[in-house]
């Protein structure tokens, strides 16, 4: 039996952060779909949207707080009671909603973006958790930019938002700067700083990583976060996202799940509706997956080269670290092509329905490898007219 202590909590934020980005706006009745998506995929708290900024993202909150089951909806608000009053709004209707606010922290934002005091941040954060209180129980507070704020600052701004009744802290790297070890020492600090405070509701508070990937480190940051303690990720389908994206949720949870003997936690995600949910995500938004992507592009269980080809036949443990069907691929695919061996051509060719004695096999083999010079990749198709023209020649 699984520790409930050792749940790693999935927050998809595809509808939010992601839908945010230069390529990725959806309509409401998509965001609809896809909020149901999500759900099915098992995600404990998904972000339908940040309600005060758009009526188009208004009415997608609504639709999906209406209809969605099975997580928590969650909308997104500044520290405004405006913002704050539609995210309620919004989520009418909602079996179990959050509402998420957030202000900038760090040195920089506090003074370019802000122009406001340490002192002055606090009480407008103070004031946004207490006012989305008033709404709904469950309110999470985000410092923007944490990684690039005081960490004394960070953990006094935490404890005061705590004491105002949230229950989830989350700390974004909002401009993807950490590192792995940065961010684990930082959370180990603030689980600590929050222990020590003596605020009511600290011992129970979830502290929650939010990592953009401008460095590529956002998994990797995320999964150091988890050994510093935190136990929400928050994520988007194919890592989609401000600029260089977000914490890719398919490859985070695969790594827990394939590395679960080093992490130790575990995620309530059905695995097998990752590929579908990516898929989905690329054709509601047109933008492609790359081929090489982990997880869920074209090549992530694809073998061309003859050596690799001629392991996997003999065990699928030589050159793949999970199963295809795990994460919603029919099966692992040989490639045919012109670094592939006679080993896989064989099989290719029974799979096809030929029993080739020796020498006809080698005949084939030859001209596979002068057609494979001249495609990139030899289909079914090729192989059969391969080996009918062979059986007329001789
Ligand atoms: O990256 C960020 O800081 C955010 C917050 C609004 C949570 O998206
Ligand atoms: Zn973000």
């Known amino acids: 039996m699984n520790d409930p202590a050792d749940r790693v909590r999935i927050f998809d934020t595809s509808l939010r952060d992601g839908e945010q980005s230069p390529g990725c706006s959806m309509t409401a009745a998509q965001k609809l779909r896809f909020a149901h998506a999500l759900a099915e995929l098992g995600v404990d708290a998904l972000e339908a949207g940040f309600p005060a900024s758009s009526e188009a993202d208004r009415d997608a909150v609504r639709a999906i707080a209406r209809e969605v089951r099975g997580s928590t909806i969650t909308t997104l608000a500044r520290c405004h009671d405006g913002d704050i009053d539609a995210c309620a709004a919004a989520l009418e209707g909602a079996a179990d909603p959050r509402i998420h606010v957030f202000i900038s922290t760090s040195p920089l934002h506090r003074e370019h973006k802000l122009g406001l005091s340490r002192e002055q941040v606090v009480e407008r954060a103070v004031a946004g958790v207490q006012r989305a209180r008033r709404h709904v129980d469950d309110v999470e507070f985000s410092a923007e930019d944490a990684l690039r704020t005081e960490p004394e600052f960070l953990a006094e701004i935490c404890s005061a938002a705590v004491a105002a009744g949230a229950r989830t802290l989350n700390i974004p790297d909002t401009v993807g700067y950490t590192t792995p070890s940065e961010i684990r020492a930082l959370f180990e600090y603030l689980r600590k700083a929050l222990n020590a405070s003596g605020v009511a509701g600290a011992g129970e508070v979830v502290f929650s990583a939010h990592c953009h990937n401008d460095l590529g480190l956002a998994v990797a940051n995320s999964l150091a976060a988890i050994e510093g303690g935190a136990r929400q990720v928050e994520c988007t389908i194919n890592g989609i996202g401000e600029r260089a994206g977000n914490c890719a949720l398919e490859e985070l949870v695969m790594a ?132 009918l023209g062979a059986d007329a020649a001789a």
């Not at 073998?303 to 003999?314: D, N, R, W």
């Not at 999970?322 to 029919?330: I, K, L, N, S």
């Not at 001209?367 to 494979?372: D, P």
């Open 256 to 387: 827990l799940r394939v590395r679960g003997n080093y992490y130790a936690t575990h995620t309530r995600i059905d695995t097998r509706r990752l590929v579908p949910t990516s898929r989905l995500l690329s054709r509601i938004t047109g933008m492609a997956v790359q081929r090489n992507k982990a997880v869920v592009g074209q090549n992530a269980f694809a073998h061309e080269s003859g050596i690799h080809q001629h392991g996997m036949l003999k065990h699928r443990g030589t050159y793949e670290i999970m199963r295809p069907e795990d994460v919603g691929w029919a099966q692992s695919q040989m490639v045919m092509g012109r670094h592939s061996g006679r080993a896989a051509l064989s099989d290719r060719l029974q799979t096809l329905g030929f029993q080739l004695p020796e020498p006809a096999l080698n005949q084939v083999f030859a001209a596979f490898k002068t057609l494979a010079e001249k495609k990139r990749e030899v289909f079914d198709g090729d192989l059969e007219a391969l080996v």
